[in-house]
């Protein structure tokens, strides 16, 4: 903008002073000292244009006083004067706030030449860095376990208690590991784009090596099986990927525990008494266990377990209405779980006539949904500190 342009206010005479014409007249006034304060690069040019806004003889300011405020009538001069004085402070805070901008800028090269009370402007004022130990300190609150992990940690330690060992596997996994040698046929609709993240450009690879994410951490078994001899305790916790629109229960992102015990003599009774129990540990020793019929490719028999609702102690209606949380039937399901099926102990070179076993997966997010009434999965993945600060 050319300089004359930027200098080019003057302060109006006002033809009525109510309040919108007066909120008008401010505003194009402050607007005025903005834009001129844009030009300003020395302390030249910010003392002059100091001086015509403030200076007591013929400034701007002074001229308000005069066209507005002394031209008002009686009735609107209280009005007007407080309006003025507003003005005021304003316009003399934005003048010093623009000189301590440019004092603050970098210095260039040009330092050299300047006078003395050039340099002097140049300094930060002299206690603008000094430690003012009556102001409050900074808090810096400390961060907390995440919901899922507390969760995930929570499971992990009730399967250590019972002589378990932790095991992890990769994110990105194999096909082979996802689901051959878990048992899954060929043309298995788990396998299909719709449920599975695939990596792309693995076409040229045989199908068993193509990478995806893992849509469940079954595959930590095959890979634990396949560099320890039996017996085998482990859980293995971690994340899992799933071709899902996010909503209240999906996520495309979300958590497994795994268990799998192998040893001589495992039977359904050991997996029912050991799920039973960790059950009763995660929920409450009042919590009952139900196995219902299943189907996985890895396991069999394979079984659902649900759990008592926690909500309505398994009576389906609460408060007098149908309980919400298990659709009135008493019982939520939780997760899944079977002996291991004989076809995968060929794919890892253990002797199905001699050992036998069991395995379970849970999901880590709906077990802290119930536990702590979390209305939406989602809000474990949104990072909102108020939602997270309730777990700290
Ligand atoms: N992997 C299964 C799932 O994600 C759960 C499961 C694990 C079932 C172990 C049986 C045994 O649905």
């Known amino acids: 903008m050319p300089k004359e342009k930027a200098s080019s206010y003057s302060v109006p005479k006002l033809g009525t002073f109510t309040g919108p014409t007066l909120d008008k007249a401010v505003a194009k006034l402050l607007a005025a000292v903005d834009a001129e304060s844009k030009h300003l690069s020395q302390e030249r040019e910010w003392k002059d244009f100091r001086d015509r806004w403030l200076s007591r003889n013929n400034g701007l300011l002074a001229q308000v006083n005069e066209l507005w405020l002394k031209a008002a009538p009686k009735e609107s001069k209280r009005e007007v004067g407080q309006r003025v004085n507003e003005l005021k402070k304003k316009v003399d805070y934005q003048i010093e706030d623009i000189r301590s901008r440019l004092v603050s800028r970098p210095s260039t090269g040009e330092e050299a030449g300047k006078?003395?009370?050039?340099?002097e402007m140049s300094k930060p004022a002299p206690d603008s860095r000094a430690l003012d130990i009556t102001l409050p300190g900074i808090e810096r609150p400390l961060g907390a376990e995440h919901p899922v992990i507390k969760t995930m940690n929570e499971i992990v330690s009730v399967f250590r208690g019972l002589g378990y060992s932790v095991e992890e596997g990769p994110e990105i996994e194999t096909d082979y590991y996802n689901f051959e040698a878990l048992n899954f046929p060929p043309n298995h609709p788990?396998?299909?784009t719709q449920d599975t993240l695939f990596i792309a450009d693995q076409d040229h690879k045989p199908p068993r090596e193509r990478l995806l994410l893992r849509t469940h951490t079954s595959p930590v078994q095959i890979r634990a099986m396949g560099k320890t001899k039996p017996p085998l305790r482990i859980v293995c916790p971690g994340k899992v990927h799933r071709n899902d629109a996010p909503d209240a229960t999906h996520s495309p992102i979300f958590h497994q525990v795994e268990g799998l015990a192998v040893d001589t003599n495992i039977t359904f009774s050991d997996l029912k008494g050991t799920l039973d129990y960790a059950m009763k540990t995660l929920f409450g020793s009042s919590v009952k266990t139900r196995f219902y019929p299943s189907f996985f490719p890895f396991t069999e028999p394979s079984?659902?377990?649900q759990i008592s609702c926690i909500f309505c102690n398994g009576a389906g209606r609460r408060?007098?209405?149908?309980?919400?949380?298990?659709?009135?039937s008493g019982w939520i399901e939780l997760l899944g779980c079977g002996m291991v099926d004989p076809n995968v102990y060929s794919f890892v070179d253990y002797d199905a006539t001699k050992v036998s076993g069991f395995a379970f997966g849970m999901g880590v997010e709906r077990i802290a949904i119930l536990k702590y009434g979390v209305?939406?999965?989602q809000m474990f993945f949104q990072g909102d500190v108020r939602f997270l600060q309730q777990f700290a």
């Open 303 to 305: 079984a659902d377990v």
């Open 319 to 328: 408060d007098g209405a149908a309980c919400r949380n298990c659709k009135a």
């Open 375 to 377: 209305g939406d999965i």
């Open 190 to 192: 788990a396998r299909d």
């Open 115 to 119: 006078s003395e009370s050039d340099r």
